[in-house]
């Protein structure tokens, strides 16, 4: 497993006004500058790893599992660079990303869930770059509902507008995804208590040692455990039993208590430089990081 040593500093690029895909004002830029959503990336890969193709496919063959960290920290630096970024550096980054996904391609070794062995997959088929979008977006604006500030209809509708764009980026068509939040809402209902979504015993014991058990010092366990707390309890019932995980309604009223608390009394108290991940400022962790010269 990688050790906190060997995650390198990442170079960022912030952009000016008018250098990036999104402005300040954006609702992309508001959702994931709270540094409580930057945790929303961890339930994401969760629920991208509960869909069996998408794991059997190509999730276990694109990096070694002691890599796996190392290739978290880049698709946080590619996110975070569409987001906060420049232009140019993001479509230099899913330009890279779309050739890459030209190249995985295959069909199941074993049965996975309904699917039975022999099942095509391809990392650019955009069933699968649907649900890698939709894990984002649902678990960031789950967090950031519940922990920070909710959220009108409207600027719900403004926030899946954002991430279209993204999908955008990554290769989707305007016609594969959904147009509305409705539309959205849809889609993550069907997709969480459908038939497509199975956990495989292989993703469990995998996504489970790489989500909770990150490369963190041991003085920081303890925020480690709060998070994990907070990814558990924030998956949706089928896919947390999926994975073997345990809940229960006390539990749940710590969460919902402790996310009440956050939401109305300490993060009102708490100056941006403390609740905003540091890449609204422009730097970019793991850290300590700094923003790069400009070119």
Do not use: C
Request: cysteine-free; proline content about 7%.
């Amino acid at each position: 497993m990688a050790t906190a040593s060997r995650l390198r500093e990442i170079p960022f690029r912030p952009a000016g006004p008018g250098e990036g895909y999104f402005e300040d004002d954006s609702l992309i830029r508001r959702v994931n500058r709270e540094l409580v959503v930057a945790f929303s990336g961890a339930r994401a890969l969760l629920m991208q790893a509960a869909h069996p193709v998408m794991f059997e496919g190509f999730f276990i063959k694109t990096e070694a599992k002691e890599a796996a960290h190392a290739r978290l920290a880049r698709t946080a630096t590619i996110m975070n660079t569409i987001y906060f970024g420049r232009r140019d550096d993001a479509d230099q980054m899913t330009d890279r990303v779309r050739e890459v996904h030209t190249r995985i391609n295959g069909v199941l070794e074993e049965p996975a869930g309904k699917y039975p062995a022999g099942t095509p997959y391809a990392a650019d088929d955009p069933q699968f770059l649907l649900w890698t979008l939709a894990a984002l977006v649902d678990s960031a604006d789950r967090l950031y509902r519940l922990y920070v500030d909710e959220l009108t209809r409207d600027e719900r509708d403004a926030l899946w507008g954002d991430y279209r764009l993204v999908g955008k980026l990554f290769g989707l068509e305007e016609h594969e995804m959904p147009a509305t939040i409705e539309g959205f809402d849809a889609y993550i209902t069907e997709m969480v208590e459908g038939d497509q979504l199975w956990v495989t015993e292989s993703a469990r014991d995998e996504s489970l040692a790489i989500v909770l058990h990150p490369p963190a010092p041991i003085y920081m366990r303890g925020l480690v455990e709060a998070v994990n707390f907070i990814i558990i309890g924030s998956l949706p019932p089928k896919i947390r039993r999926g994975y073997g995980l345990s809940w229960d309604p006390l539990r749940e009223t710590m969460r919902l208590g402790g996310a009440a608390y956050t939401k109305r009394v300490l993060l009102p108290l708490l100056p941006q430089m403390i609740r905003n991940t540091p890449v609204a400022g422009g730097r970019l962790l793991p850290g300590p990081p700094r923003a790069t010269a400009a070119a």
